[in-house]
Nanobody, 117 residues
Framework: QVRLVESGGDLVQAGGSLKRSCTSF????????FGWYRQAPGKQRDLVAL???????NSEDSVKGRFTISRDVAKRQVYLQMNNLKPADTAVYFC???????????WGQGTQVTVSS
């Protein structure tokens, strides 16, 4: 069974830090893109950060300099280190993976991150 299992949600004060992790299970193809999206209440789901098989990263402008994405290919995990968190970062965070020649997309169940002011 294909699953993306995310670490638990958290409540943190503004200026604080969190590290999220996501582990893939059952994806039989090489993961070409691995990372995170987020969705705030009443808004669409937006990219946070992605890392590809060459370790090239892409991140949304508002998180640059604060969030760092990395991956462990052997463990089939992706990590998101989030520093200097802001209330605007409050959202449900979804792990995302794209794999195989057909670029099949997979999603985690989503976990809440709440940043209090």
């Amino acid at each position: 069974q294909v699953r993306l299992v995310e670490s638990g949600g958290d409540l943190v004060q503004a200026g604080g830090s969190l590290k999220r992790s996501c582990t893939s299970f059952g994806i039989g193809f090489s993961i070409s893109a691995f990372g995170w999206y987020r969705q705030a209440p009443g808004k669409q789901r937006d990219l946070v950060a992605l890392i590809d098989s060459d370790e090239v990263t892409n991140s949304e402008d508002s998180v640059k300099g604060r969030f760092t994405i990395s991956r462990d290919v052997a463990k089939r995990q992706v990590y998101l280190q989030m520093n200097n968190l802001k209330p605007a970062d409050t959202a449900v965070y979804f792990c995302y993976a794209q794999a195989g020649r057909r670029q099949i997309e997979f999603w985690g169940q989503g976990t809440q991150v709440t940043v209090s002011s």
